[in-house]
């Protein structure tokens, strides 16, 4: 997008009019904000910066899991005089190490994808049917009445829905349909985020212990 209608777009969108001019980069839904001055060698290392901040921001410090919504800012950088003393192997490292630290510093926490889930059901089923979303870590957001049905519509996690068609069908006793859709992301509770990064440490062959400083769970 050209720079001019990138700004505006951000500002409409709720961004300050200085931060807005100072973005240099944004990754998936990750946005890189410049704040510094006149640092020397920085424009002709950018490059090398913005690929450290891709390489951590794709590899999370929890779980090396991609990174959403984070807002990153560039304070301050103090370059080697010598450019063969800031290539790829010197600036990609230290980009990545201050890039996680930050995150970390942040209280940066697991997300879990959710899905939107719509009931329709006789109402003597209503009961058993929000049940059923609530007992698998939803929440019911609305319940109405359409025709002679009533309608449960609410959010539950991925995760909790394996098996969810068995056990409505044995709850409403096979009268109720329902249909789900992905409704993107939630913070997952705290009290299931160290097991869980564990996990998926132990599935990708990690270190089994997090950083010191994430005991903010």
């Known amino acids: 997008m050209p720079e001019q209608e990138r700004r505006e777009a951000l500002q409409e969108a709720g961004m300050d009019k200085d931060d807005s001019q100072n973005v240099e980069h944004i990754h998936g ?45 560039l304070h301050d950088a103090r370059l080697h005089e010598d450019a063969i003393h800031r290539g790829p192997a010197q600036v990609i490292p230290a980009v990545r190490q201050a890039v996680h630290n930050a995150l970390v510093d942040a209280e940066i926490k697991l997300l879990e994808p959710i899905q939107q889930v719509r009931i329709d059901v006789p109402p003597e089923h209503m009961g058993p049917a929000s049940g059923e979303i609530q007992g698998r870590r939803g929440r019911i957001d609305d319940m109405y009445q359409e025709g002679d049905l009533q309608v449960v519509e609410g959010v539950a996690p991925v995760e909790e829905m394996i098996g969810f068609s068995s056990d409505i069908r044995s709850a409403t006793e096979g009268r109720a349909s329902w249909n789900t859709e992905n ?22 062959g990690m270190k089994l212990e997090l950083p010191d400083a994430v005991d903010y769970f």
């Open 183 to 204: 409704a993107g992301f939630q913070v997952m509770a705290d009290n299931l985020q160290r097991e869980k990064i564990m996990e998926i440490r132990e599935r990708k």
């Open 29 to 73: 839904t990750n946005v890189f904000i410049d704040d510094t001055k006149g640092i020397q060698h920085l424009n002709e290392t950018m490059e090398l910066v913005i690929e450290g901040l891709e390489e951590a921001l794709d590899d999370g410090p929890l779980a090396a899991e991609p990174v959403e919504g984070a807002l990153i800012r």
